[in-house]
């Protein structure tokens, strides 16, 4: 009975003793090495990395087709949306510039299906309404009116239907220039600053749109808007399922802003969040919609 019960243990700790000896030549002595790995099976951090390639080679390029070919490698759900949010979080975390415009212009050619091109013919803009906003009026009111605020500003809801949604450009060859210029004019300049309420917006947003002297809205154009402790930059052409010239900044409640287009123009000042009231009085947070464009 002895002998049987020894045997047993004996079997047992010759199967531990195997395993870990295993374990040790498979981590240590010869761990497993991968070569050729596809790009779906790559760390996060290195998927962006591939995906901010891409860009770089499509800015360079402008084949959008083998910039297709090459991100399908990662299997995403929808590629131009990952790019979009990777070129905003390239913004946040001060990534070069030259990084986030490829990004930004690889998420609106994605999204369009085309490179984009200025000198193509102006898109249609095309307004949707939004559900359950029929017979609903809201009134603008300021928390604080200030004296300084210019006195073109005009305080009139805005529909909600006068958020944009993406435009329908024609299908042309990937051959375009990938860098899209501006049609030449002067500086972008101040055409309409309303309020926006919409009380689906839980935040006050400066809300901007650009475009050039011919109407087509201009990506890739910097914005700078300061405070009193501070300083900030964003850029048009992130968020191409709304508008390429489309741009947002999140405001702060009793702080008053100031905003710039970077490379010259009109400055909008004494912007501040402000209240809207719904036909049932209940009150939300408005934004302000800037409108710029080339004379």
């Not at 201009?218 to 808007?225: A, F, N």
């Amino acid at each position: 009975m002895k002998q049987e019960r020894r045997g047993s243990w004996y079997l047992l700790t010759a199967v531990v003793i195997g395993a870990a000896m295993g374990l040790v030549y498979s981590w240590v002595v010869s761990p497993v090495k991968y070569v050729d790995a596809p790009p779906y099976v790559l760390r996060a951090d290195y998927k962006d990395d591939y995906r901010a390639l891409v860009a770089a080679a499509y800015l360079y390029s402008g084949d959008l087709v083998r910039a297709q070919a090459r991100l399908a490698q990662l299997k995403d759900d929808n590629p131009a949306q990952r790019i979009a949010m990777q070129a905003q979080q390239a913004l946040a975390e001060g990534r070069p510039d030259e990084e986030v415009r490829a990004l930004s212009l690889l998420a609106l050619a994605l999204s369009q299906g085309v490179t984009p091109n200025a000198s193509s013919s102006p898109p249609t803009l095309a307004v949707s309404s939004i559900p359950g906003t029929s017979g609903v009026t809201s009134t603008p009111v300021l928390i604080e009116p200030s004296a300084s605020l210019s006195p073109t500003l005009e305080t009139t809801a805005m529909p909600l239907s006068m958020i944009r949604i993406p435009r329908p450009v024609s299908a042309v060859g990937s051959t375009l220039a990938a860098t899209p210029t501006p049609t030449q004019g002067g500086p972008f300049v101040l055409q309409e600053t309303r309020l926006v309420c919409n009380n689906n917006q839980p935040e006050p947003l400066i809300q901007v749109e650009i475009s050039d002297a011919a109407g087509q809205p201009v990506p890739s154009v910097e914005l700078v808007v300061t405070w009193d402790s501070g300083e900030d930059h964003f850029y048009t052409g992130l968020q191409p399922e709304l508008s390429i010239g489309y741009a947002d900044f999140t405001m702060t409640p009793s702080v008053i802003y100031s905003i710039r287009v970077a490379d010259g123009g009109q400055a909008v000042d004494a912007l501040k969040a402000a209240e809207c009231v719904s036909a049932d009085n209940s009150r939300y947070w408005g934004s302000w919609f800037l409108t710029f464009a080339q004379p």
